[in-house]
């Protein structure tokens, strides 16, 4: 019995890891104001570059440098274009997403040649029972913690979010605000797709972020936009995730399709019935226009 | 400032505009609503910057750029409408972006402290911890009052303080001004109420249409000329009324309760009516409970206890679709948010709520031609000034928005008309225009419910006079009786001078 | 008479107008291509030449292309029509699919039927699937106001999934990954049938219904009670409540009614293409190709049949390109860049500012001359 509680354990904290880079990233991007639809497929390209590099180079944490720049760069252009073009942040994010499939899928084949999946590359081997990239993330969700509700940068971040007005008249930038935000959210969900990629298999496959972006955002509701809910949350999901893993392995007689669909029926329950009254940011989505009265 | 020249995409907002505000000074910007006295000031305070022009502080020639610069020559603003973040405390939001730190973290301690030591220096009443989401209007003007001090403002500018404040409060922040100014600050009042520029300032500058008008010593001059001078011709500051004819009461309201969004009580037992030919204006400050009361009689907001109706009929509950058919008509208070369709084309606004009717069925769908010919006449009537049908709500002036909801509402016949704030933001044509509208409806047997948080509008306007405070009706007066004082004591929840 | 000539007149102006935006993205998305064509050390007249032949090349290259015009058609509608009630269905993936399990089953397990009615139930059946999966998202928004985005996304990871089940249970054809057939009597006609030029393609009568259902997304949209209620929330829920419109129940109508063009794509699919379900290991991109579709028809039926022939051209263009040694994947790629274009409004805006400091500029002469 114990043996089964700690696989669990372990394997639930294996799926949470590559959910709780972007859930932290789009914590920022909607405490800011931003709406990031785009996570999941910045979680692909992230992947995919971590691959890449790792491949040109030889070493993983190049490859995890080259995921974060990646991201960081699809985060500017969805900051970018909603920010400056005052875009519907929704559609920008979904064409990413798009965009993001069909430019790792041609690289994919130009760079080695054959569809569906790379070579395997140099990745990251576990420490213990779980990889760097857990460690990582239990780092970064208390720094989130700290930075958002300790410092003065976290202090103007929230109220970027709240009411962008009152910070620009006491001078805060909000553009430049909601610009580093998104930009991080980019690079927190390259982390997280290079966590799934080099993080675990050490190659890229067509298809493999398979929503978690999506599931990453839920889980930021779930946790009411507060970087140590949304850890909790993916917890939640990474717990689900497990569940299906395991019935597989011990032959529980479940349709393994019903244990695939899981965790995203899990998530429109969260969003749906459980979270309650919270609200996101008060000018979440809604794009800054200087100078209105 | 001298020369200041400012545009926007199809008008010039500032135009040549000369402004002097000497040391331990209050002056006031006068003009209408859109008249640039808000740019004026967003430029001095670095929100915009100027297309022409140069500012000088302390003799010394500046480019103010953004708010920081502003700030650091001291000048300090408080915008008309609060910019404070509601879930932040009073503490967080007065050191935002000036925060005090410790490290790499925000001192909140020392923000608290300083805080408490402003507040005692200028005698600004205010809670740092409490969150700005509970406190008064009152007090969040304090803060924001605070925020400029916080951050040694010299030179304040207050854009329309007394919108939100009750006479008293009103009194008041004259008092916390005139303390101001003997501690060596400066200080630059924007508004449109002539009779608070003669109480609270030494010099008045008068802007119209982006022009600078006259600036005069406020003790040689008189509410007339300011008036005249603020519109460009003379004003009849009164309504020309006639005696009233009241019959049958159309509107019973009795014992009325509604909660606001947050679930609190917002109407705790109202009850009153509104008779055939009369006005009755619901006077109060903005949050004790009138936006509930409207929503709930026009079937927007369900009630908890209490009934409502027209006629005699009960409209308790129903649908805005069963009390609209009820004959009931309504002005809102935010034309953009309920009362139009911005995007829509105003042919398809005007039928906005007898869209289902009959006459406007062709087949299976909607006759366009008679919605257009339908909408082409109420443009007629109302002259509303647009180039045709077809162009898009938006595309309206304010006061031209406001004259196609009173046509649609007012083709309607509705025997009890409901305006909320019908004046705001309108330029003087246009009120009288509203004015006008809202009388006639009076002298053709109709009731009337007007609620504004404009005092002198209610008074000019209503028959009788009903005062909400703190969601109940505190007293309802005769308007020929009514003075200011009185139902400003009212307003602000106390008890009419006869009653103990 | 006049009144009317200056009617169409304006109208047709507000048209071209629209018309020019998504084209200019268009053309700047080619350019694109034609630059990371390239760069890969490839000519780009011989990929778009490879590309507009293959697409457009002869009749069979033509019918194959308006058969995925077909299903980007309606799938394109459905996102364009919640877009209108100011939702976002990005699930029309999962009703795509949906729609074509359904009729699958009404294809396969009702096989008594005669040939028109059983067509015709067949579609319905998908088509009402696709409402229903989506209805429930548009339940859940105007219940619970639970954001439709995220919901439609994990619907369409549930539809996969139960699509896959049933495939793999109850339909399925022993030692296959797919389902059974479905029977005669529920195919779609082709035109190869009696037109020798479509020979060698599978165009069948689904162009038709696309067609004609766009014409009455058309019609419900701009000419019908319900359409102008729709749009009204889309734009303005406060004052369509207080017009007198139920906003949830529209809310509910819109996603119901653009789940049945997405589920009336994937009832055609299985009733006209494919004859049977497949074992999905990923998303089939239908769904996904018709928020581009929507977007780029700048959410207008008229358009979407339009951006629904470009993007069918350029998918069936793609493998021919792949014959000249040019991947196919630069036309995902610059579909991916047409939309991030459209979405952002890039042309609209840029033209914008410069009309806009032109106003300024003239003003400031006009004072300054005085």
Redesign the interface.
């Known amino acids: 019995m114990l043996s089964i509680i700690s696989i669990l354990v372990a394997s639930t904290i294996r799926s949470a890891t590559p959910l709780i880079f972007p859930a932290l990233g789009g914590t920022f991007s909607e405490k800011s104001g931003v709406v990031n639809i785009g996570l999941d497929g910045m979680m692909a390209v992230g992947a995919f570059s971590a691959v890449l590099v790792s491949y040109k180079t030889g070493s993983p944490l190049l490859g995890l440098f080259g995921a974060m720049v990646i991201g960081g760069l699809f985060g500017w252009l969805l900051a970018f274009l909603s920010i400056h073009f005052k875009a519907n942040q929704v559609v920008v994010g979904t064409a990413i997403n798009i965009l993001a499939g069909s430019l790792t899928t041609f690289l994919l084949v130009e760079i080695w040649g054959k569809p569906g999946q790379t070579d395997n590359v140099n990745y990251f081997t576990p420490w213990g029972p779980f990889n760097m990239f857990t460690y990582l993330a239990l780092i970064l969700v208390l720094v989130s913690y ?1 930075v958002l509700y ?3 940068f ?3 971040i ?2 970027v979010g ?2 962008p ?8 930038n909000v553009y430049m605000m909601r610009y580093i935000c998104v930009i991080l959210s980019g690079i927190l969900a390259g982390i997280g797709g290079a966590s799934l990629s080099i993080g675990s298999i050490s190659l890229f496959k067509e298809g493999m972020v398979a929503g978690k972006g999506f599931i990453a955002l839920a889980a930021m509701i779930f946790g009411k936009w507060h970087p140590i809910g949304a850890a909790l949350a993916c917890l939640f999901f990474g717990l689900a995730d497990a569940i299906q893993t395991i019935s597989m392995s011990y032959g529980l007689n479940v349709p393994k399709e019903f244990l695939f669909a899981l965790p995203y029926m899990l998530t429109m329950l969260a969003v749906s019935g459980l979270v309650g009254k919270a609200t996101a940011p ?1 000018a979440d989505g809604i794009p800054y226009e ?2 209105e ?1 | 400032m001298k020369g200041i ?1 400012k ?4 008008v ?1 907002a500032n ?2 505009i000369n402004l002097t505000v000497n040391h331990g000074e209050i002056h006031v910007l006068l003009g209408e609503n859109g008249a640039g006295k ?1 740019t004026l000031m ?1 430029i001095l ?1 670095g ?2 910057n100027p ?2 022009g140069e500012i000088l502080v302390k003799g010394k020639n500046v480019k103010i750029s ?3 610069v502003a ?1 650091s020559l001291g000048i300090g ?1 408080v ?1 008309q409408h ?7 405390t009073v503490a ?2 007065i050191v ?4 005090p ?1 410790k490290g ?3 001192d909140m301690d020392k923000a608290i402290s300083d805080v408490e030591e402003l507040s005692k220096k200028y005698e600004l009443r205010v809670d740092p911890r409490a969150k700005v989401q509970d406190i008064s209007v009152g007090m969040q003007q304090r803060v924001e009052i605070l ?1 400029t001090l916080y951050r040694g403002a010299e030179i304040l500018i207050l854009d329309e303080p007394t919108a939100v404040l009750t006479p008293q409060e009103i009194e008041e922040l004259g008092i916390i001004l005139k303390s101001l100014v003997s501690q060596g600050k400066s200080i630059i009042l924007i508004t449109h109420k002539l009779k608070e520029v003669m109480i609270m300032s030494d010099k008045v500058t008068i802007i119209r249409r982006g022009k600078v008008i006259d600036t005069l010593e406020t003790s040689g001059t008189s509410i007339e000329e300011l008036a005249e001078k603020m519109v460009g011709r003379k004003v009849s500051l009164t309504v020309d009324k006639g005696e009233a004819e009241v019959g049958e009461p159309i509107l019973q309201v009795k014992g009325l309760k509604t909660l606001d969004n947050r679930g609190l009580e917002a109407v705790k037992g109202v009850d009153f009516e509104v008779r055939s030919g009369e006005i009755l204006g619901i006077a109060g400050v903005d949050g004790n409970g009138q936006s509930e009361l409207v929503q709930t009689i ?1 079937g ?1 907001r369900k009630t908890t206890a209490g009934d409502i109706s027209i006629k005699g009929k009960s409209i308790t509950n129903l ?3 069963d009390v ?1 058919s009820s004959g009931v008509g ?1 002005i ?1 208070e935010d034309r953009h ?8 084309p105003l042919s ?1 606004n005007t039928i ?2 007898i ?2 009717s009959k006459a406007f ?1 062709k087949g ?3 006759d ?1 031609r008679k919605i257009r010919e339908y909408s082409r006449k109420l443009i007629k009537e109302f002259d509303v000034r647009t180039p045709n049908e ?1 162009i898009y709500a938006k595309s309206l002036s304010g006061g031209n928005q406001q004259k196609l909801i009173i046509a649609r509402e007012l083709d309607r016949d509705p025997s009890l008309l409901i305006a909320s704030q019908p004046t705001r933001g309108l330029d003087v044509g246009a009120i009288e225009f509203v004015h006008h509208r809202l009388i006639e409806q009076r002298s053709k047997g109709k009731a009337v419910l007007l609620v504004s948080l404009e005092l002198d509008e209610i008074m000019a306007l209503s028959d009788r006079i009903a005062v909400m405070y703190d969601g109940k009706i505190v007293g309802i007066v005769d308007a020929k009786d009514a003075t200011e004082l009185e139902l400003g004591i009212m307003m602000a929840g106390g008890r009419r001078p006869e009653e103990h | 008479m006049e009144n009317w000539i200056n ?1 169409l007149k ?1 109208s047709l102006k507000n048209t071209m107008k629209e018309i020019l935006y998504p084209l200019a993205a268009i053309v700047i998305s080619f350019i694109a291509g034609a630059i990371l064509v390239y760069a890969f050390g490839k000519s780009p007249i011989t990929a778009y030449k490879a590309l507009f032949f293959g697409a457009l090349g002869d009749w069979n290259k033509i019918g194959e292309t308006l058969v995925t015009t077909t299903t980007l058609i309606l799938t394109g509608l459905s996102v364009a029509f919640a877009f209108r009630c100011g939702l976002f269905n990005i699930g029309a993936e999962g009703q795509f699919i949906m729609g074509g399990v359904a009729a699958l089953w009404a294809g396969w397990a009702l096989s008594g039927l005669p040939p028109i009615l059983h067509v015709t139930v067949t579609l319905l059946a998908g088509a009402l699937a696709g409402g229903i999966w989506a209805g429930i998202v548009g339940w859940l928004k105007a219940k619970v106001g639970s954001h439709e985005v995220i919901n439609s996304i994990m619907m369409n990871y549930i539809a996969m999934n139960l699509s896959n089940y049933l495939i793999m249970t109850v339909f399925n054809e022993p030692d296959k990954a797919f389902s059974y057939e479905i029977a005669p009597t529920a195919k779609l006609w082709r035109f190869a049938e009696s037109f020798v030029q479509f020979k060698y393609s599978r165009l069948h009568t689904g162009i038709i219904i696309a067609l004609i259902v766009a014409l009455i997304a058309y ?1 419900i949209l701009n ?3 319900r ?3 729709i ?2 929330v889309g ?2 829920p ?7 419109i ?1 906003v949830n129940r529209n809310i509910i109508l819109a996603m119901v009614i653009s789940g049945l063009f997405s589920g009336l794509a994937g009832g055609i699919q299985t009733a006209g293409v494919q004859y049977r379900v497949n074992n999905l290991f990923g998303f089939t991109g239908y769904g996904f190709d018709g928020i581009s579709v929507a977007l780029v028809g700048n959410n207008h039926p008229i358009g979407v049949i339009l951006s629904g022939v470009l993007f069918g051209a350029l998918q069936k263009g793609g493998p021919m390109m792949q014959i000249e040694g040019i991947p196919k994947e630069v036309v995902g790629i610059i579909q991916g860049i047409i939309i991030l274009f459209v979405a952002s409004n890039f042309v609209r805006v840029m033209v914008q500012k410069y009309k ?1 400091n032109k ?2 500029k003239a ?2 002469a006009k ?1 300054e001359v005085k």
């Open positions: 700290y300790k410092t003065p976290g202090l103007r929230r109220a709240e009411h007005r009152a910070a620009d008249t006491l001078g805060v008060a200087k100078g009265k | 020249g545009s926007f995409p199809g010039r135009d040549d808000s967003n305070y929100l915009y297309d022409e953004n708010p920081n700030i603003m915008h609060f910019m404070l973040v509601p879930p932040f967080e939001n935002l972006g000036s925060e730190q790499l973290a925000l925020k026009t927007l649908s805005p679709k609209t309504y809102p948010k309920r009362g139009l369709i911005l995007d829509f398809e906005l709520g869209h289902r069925k299976f769908g909607l366009y077809r | 009617d304006s019609y000419k019908t009670i359409g102008y209620e749009r009204a734009f303005n406060s004052a369509s409540e207080y017009g007198g139920n806009e106003e300024i003003q400031v004072g």
